[in-house]
């Protein structure tokens, strides 16, 4: 799939949006309401009344691209309904995108030196 890279930073929309709206009207959008910078290179992602549904806009450098999504079945895990936006990792991006419980993941564990024995 062509989408955001592993490194990008995700930030989701977590009010619901007009479906109807394009690339150029969601990053107008962004700056507007979200007080964000839609061509900076973060990923926004937005989501319709129906939780079956998700838009993603971002930057890549070269043109303002966006990404649609419907699931056949079930409906995306998303957020409390609130005004605002919310930062997310990639990895939770990736989750989300597949379907599954984006709250489930984090970020990995530190590594712990082996001890000396003795």
Same mark, same amino acid.
């Given at each position: 799939? @062509? ?15 007009? *479906? ?18 839609? *061509? ?5 992602? *937005? ?64 590594? @712990?030196?082996?001890? @000396?024995?003795?």
């Amino acid at each position: 799939m @062509i989408g955001p890279g592993t490194d990008a930073r995700v930030m989701i929309a977590t009010r619901a949006v007009d *479906f109807r709206k394009g690339p150029d009207s969601l990053a107008a959008l962004v700056a507007a309401d979200y007080s964000g910078k839609p *061509f900076s290179g973060v990923v926004y992602v *937005f989501r319709a009344k129906r939780t079956d549904r998700i838009k993603l806009i971002w930057w890549d450098g070269t043109g303002l691209c966006m990404m649609a999504k419907r699931l056949e079945s079930g409906g995306f895990k998303w957020p409390n309904i609130q005004d605002g936006v919310m930062r997310v990792t990639a990895a939770q991006l990736g989750a989300l995108l597949e379907g599954l419980d984006w709250r489930r993941v984090h970020g990995g564990r530190r590594p @712990i030196a082996p001890q @000396i024995a003795g």
